[in-house]
């Protein structure tokens, strides 16, 4: 492949996994996709405009794999919960596309493949209906289609997809106050009445294997965690605050809040190792490695 090609898929390179990760929910897999896709460029011949034949293939290819992968998380250890991109530093802005937002991943696992895609595409990445079509083997109206239904749903189910960071910090800062305090009246009155805590263990001794749902159920559930007085480390998880628990020098587990009209809507416990063994986040004071993406 001459040095052209090369360099434009060089520079083109984090945005294709930025597509691939909002469509698989996974950056390992993103990886893997964006690497086969490189191979097939270099045996597709010339190629006018690297990146979008680039941006078409990926989601291609992404959207393949995302439906292998639904039938197998369908026999999966109890919930599961897409990877999290986890940076050190909550004031840093991560270089993952910030609108890829850990509680938005969540939501797009309810929509079926084609729905994400195009979702995807059409009103992440500015896509056209027929660049989207290329991707997902449809037609241009029947992508419309797609593409209403899933923004629907996204619309019902996060309260918003640019989620403001500093609320979302001083709402998550309180509830992280109270939780260490062990006010458990604080804790529901914080929680949205619908509240859901969902753990993520890959099968884990130890992990809740249903979701807890219920301000109270929540609280009561958040309390006992809190009371094993575990250290939490502030990161930033998809571009917003989160928590990291660390274990015998590793993380061991990162949790990840949804916020909606100052109150927690939404707390996920990831701890599936599979899905933590990139987070190169400290323990304080340990020298940190760089972040996965």
């Given at each position: 492949?001459?040095?052209?090609?090369?360099?434009?898929?060089?520079?083109?390179?984090?945005?294709?996994?930025?597509?691939?990760?909002?469509?698989?929910?996974?950056?390992?897999?993103?990886?893997?996709?964006?690497?086969?896709?490189?191979?097939?460029?270099?045996?597709?011949?010339?190629?006018?405009?690297?990146?979008?034949?680039?941006?078409?293939?990926?989601?291609?290819?992404?959207?393949?794999?995302?439906?292998?992968?639904?039938?197998?998380?369908?026999?999966?250890?109890?919930?599961?919960?897409?990877?999290?991109?986890?940076?050190?530093?909550?004031?840093?802005?991560?270089?993952?596309?910030?609108?890829?937002?850990?509680?938005?991943?969540?939501?797009?696992?309810?929509?079926?493949?084609?729905?994400?895609?195009?979702?995807?595409?059409?009103?992440?990445?500015?896509?056209?209906?027929?660049?989207?079509?290329?991707?997902v083997g449809r037609t241009p109206a029947a992508?419309?289609?797609?593409?209403?239904?899933?923004?629907?749903?996204?619309?019902?189910?996060?309260?918003?997809?640019?989620?403001?960071?500093?609320?979302?910090?001083?709402?998550?800062?309180?509830?992280?106050?109270?939780?260490?305090?062990?006010?458990?009246?604080?804790?529901?009155?914080?929680?949205?009445?619908?509240?859901?805590?969902?753990?993520?263990?890959?099968?884990?001794?130890?992990?809740?294997?249903?979701?807890?749902?219920?301000?109270?159920?929540?609280?009561?559930?958040?309390?006992?965690?809190?009371?094993?007085?575990?250290?939490?480390?502030?990161?930033?998880?998809?571009g917003l605050l989160g928590m990291a628990v660390?274990?015998?020098?590793?993380?061991?587990?990162?949790?990840?809040?949804?916020?909606?009209?100052?109150?927690?809507?939404?707390?996920?416990?990831?701890?599936?190792?599979?899905?933590?063994?990139?987070?190169?986040v400290p323990e304080p004071g340990r020298p940190?490695?760089?972040?996965?993406?």
């Amino acid at each position: 492949m001459t040095a052209g090609p090369a360099a434009a898929w060089t520079a083109a390179r984090p945005r294709l996994v930025r597509v691939a990760y909002a469509i698989l929910g996974s950056v390992a897999e993103a990886e893997d996709v964006v690497s086969e896709c490189w191979f097939r460029l270099a045996r597709a011949g010339p190629v006018h405009d690297v990146e979008a034949w680039a941006v078409v293939a990926v989601a291609r290819a992404a959207t393949d794999v995302l439906r292998s992968a639904r039938m197998r998380r369908e026999t999966y250890p109890g919930p599961w919960l897409p990877e999290p991109v986890v940076t050190a530093d909550p004031a840093d802005r991560v270089t993952l596309d910030e609108r890829i937002g850990y509680a938005l991943l969540v939501v797009l696992e309810s929509l079926t493949p084609a729905e994400r895609t195009a979702w995807v595409l059409h009103d992440l990445f500015g896509l056209t209906f027929a660049e989207v079509a290329a991707a997902v083997g449809r037609t241009p109206a029947a992508v419309r289609q797609l593409a209403v239904r899933a923004r629907r749903h996204v619309r019902d189910r996060t309260p918003r997809v640019d989620t403001d960071p500093n609320q979302h910090r001083r709402v998550v800062e309180r509830f992280l106050a109270a939780a260490a305090g062990g006010r458990l009246g604080d804790l529901v009155a914080m929680l949205d009445p619908d509240a859901v805590v969902t753990s993520d263990g890959g099968g884990r001794t130890g992990t809740a294997r249903r979701p807890v749902h219920g301000a109270t159920r929540a609280a009561r559930f958040l309390l006992g965690l809190a009371a094993r007085g575990e250290p939490l480390t502030p990161v930033t998880v998809n571009g917003l605050l989160g928590m990291a628990v660390h274990r015998d020098g590793r993380v061991d587990t990162v949790i990840a809040f949804m916020v909606a009209a100052g109150r927690i809507r939404r707390v996920d416990l990831i701890r599936a190792p599979r899905k933590l063994a990139r987070i190169g986040v400290p323990e304080p004071g340990r020298p940190s490695r760089p972040p996965a993406i």
